[in-house]
């Protein structure tokens, strides 16, 4: 790996780190808006989830510019679509484990240790969070989304061959 290799390697970690902070705030923004109306109190479950989609928000942002080698050498629309598949999968799975990690360290002892209960609790955890970004179908989160592919398709990692 020459100097110009490394220079590569430095730009696209640079790149990344930035669209994954961009992504992060995104996505708790978008969140944040439908809870800044005039009047209404935002609960502590609904601060730290917010928390939370930020935190999965950035981390979804890195896993899917991290993954997106393995589509490197395909096309625009397959690099999209590998990109806003592996975001919106990794943001959700994110998301949903750090729900479980946050009720585990905010109740412990009101959590079941044993094998099917950590798998209940994971669940739930998932489904908690799905459910809180999801419903209502938000359209800027809809548009966050997609403009996360665009963007790791078109600036991503890519191969050309020769």
Not at 66 to 74: H, I, S, T, V
Not at 103 to 123: A, M, Q
Request: hydrophobic share 55%.
């Amino acid at each position: 790996m020459g100097d110009k290799g490394v220079l590569s390697v430095i730009v696209g970690l640079v790149l990344a780190l930035l669209f994954a902070a961009v992504m992060g705030a995104s996505s708790a923004a978008v969140l944040v808006a439908d809870y800044m109306h005039p009047g209404r109190v935002m609960s502590e479950q609904a601060r730290h989830t917010l928390g939370v989609c930020g935190i999965a928000g950035f981390s979804a942002a890195l896993t899917a510019w991290g993954l997106q080698g393995f589509a490197a050498e395909r096309g625009l629309f397959i690099r999209f679509v590998n990109a806003t598949l592996t975001y919106a999968l990794s943001f959700g799975a994110i998301g949903g484990l750090l729900v479980v990690a946050n009720n585990f360290i905010s109740y412990p002892n009101g959590n079941d240790f044993s094998l099917g209960g950590l798998y209940v609790t994971s669940v739930g955890g998932f489904y908690t969070f799905a459910l809180f970004v999801a419903v209502p179908l938000r359209l800027a989160l809809l548009g966050l989304l997609v403009a996360a592919g665009l963007v790791i398709a078109l600036v991503g990692p890519q191969r050309r061959s020769a």
